[in-house]
């Protein structure tokens, strides 16, 4: 049995000898293609950590990448993608939004569209019957989720899995805190729709019914929507990355406001494909990609 000296001494062993296995550098044996190699020249966060870790990864870079030059996007999230690791982390989810919703048929009809006052989305996509739906694209991370405390002692430059930091988390309410800071860009005149890609302590993709139905169908947590304060938005999904494939793979869940207005919901075929259901507790939806 350890003592509490002990114990602690044992804890920071454990760590220190995980940072030294994350330590920054592409591991031996993982090969970046063209497009990834220029963008970590010069990448501000390419001596922060490993990425990419594995082949998996460096092989869903570069097939990002090349999503993005034949849409001719690459130069406009070049930026980004050697901006800070954060800049990076939301580059590349909605790059993989974009990538997912193009290869389950909804073409990109705009990049960076017009929303609500001078606030733009991501892109606009269409469907079968040609209703353009203008989507945003949200990416919060567990930084968000870490206590002022924390934050002043810099836990947030550390990795986010340490050994032994077990905590409480509520991830419903980074669901509530984007749909907050996104919801101005939508206009009531478009079909609107909000994506979130998350990097959460536990994430969205673990419970994600009960996760949603706390942050948007429950009177008692204020749900977003249990009423029409959040009419402009027609649903929220929920976008997940499957870690434990080769090459990676993606899935998105959906859910519908019950309270939006007419002119925002999504268009009938958009639902369709995602096989949407009426009933708010059922609303719920899955579709995964096929495999490139």
């Not at 970046?32 to 970590?40: E, N, R």
């Not at 930084?143 to 002692?153: I, Q, S, V």
């Not at 929920?238 to 434990?244: K, L, Q």
């Amino acid at each position: 049995m350890w003592t509490p000296e002990e114990l602690t001494q044992q804890i920071s062993a454990e760590r220190e000898r995980q940072a030294l296995l994350d330590r920054p550098g592409i591991p031996d044996g993982v090969r970046v293609g063209s497009l990834t190699s220029l963008v970590m020249d010069g990448a501000a966060w390419r001596d922060t950590n490993a990425y990419p870790s594995a082949q998996e990864w460096a092989d869903e870079a570069e097939r990002l990448l090349n999503f993005a030059v034949c849409h001719d996007q690459f130069a406009r999230f070049l930026p980004n993608l050697r901006g800070r690791w954060s800049q990076f982390e939301s580059a590349q989810a909605e790059l993989r939004v974009a990538f997912f919703l193009h290869r389950n048929g909804f073409k990109i009809l705009e990049w960076e569209p017009a929303g609500a006052a001078a606030f733009r989305g991501e892109f606009t996509i269409e469907g079968p019957s040609h209703l353009p739906v203008f989507t945003e694209v949200e990416s919060p991370g567990w930084e968000g989720e870490l206590t002022p405390e924390e934050l002043k002692a810099g836990r947030q430059h550390q990795p986010k899995d340490l050994y032994c930091d077990g905590r409480a988390v509520a991830p419903w309410e980074r669901v509530q805190f984007e749909i907050g800071k996104a919801y101005k860009k939508f206009d009531p005149r478009n079909h609107n729709l909000l994506i979130l890609a998350d990097d959460l302590f536990v994430g969205l993709n673990h419970g994600t019914e009960i996760w949603a139905n706390y942050a948007l169908y429950s009177p008692r947590t204020g749900g977003c929507f249990t009423s029409g304060d959040y009419g402009n938005l027609g649903g929220v999904a929920f976008f997940h990355v499957i870690a434990n494939t080769d090459p990676i793979a993606y899935e998105m869940e959906v859910f519908l406001n019950p309270f939006a207005l007419s002119s925002v919901t999504l268009p009938e075929d958009v639902q369709g494909a995602f096989h949407a259901k009426s009933e708010v507790k059922q609303s719920a939806l899955t579709i995964r990609t096929v495999k490139p």
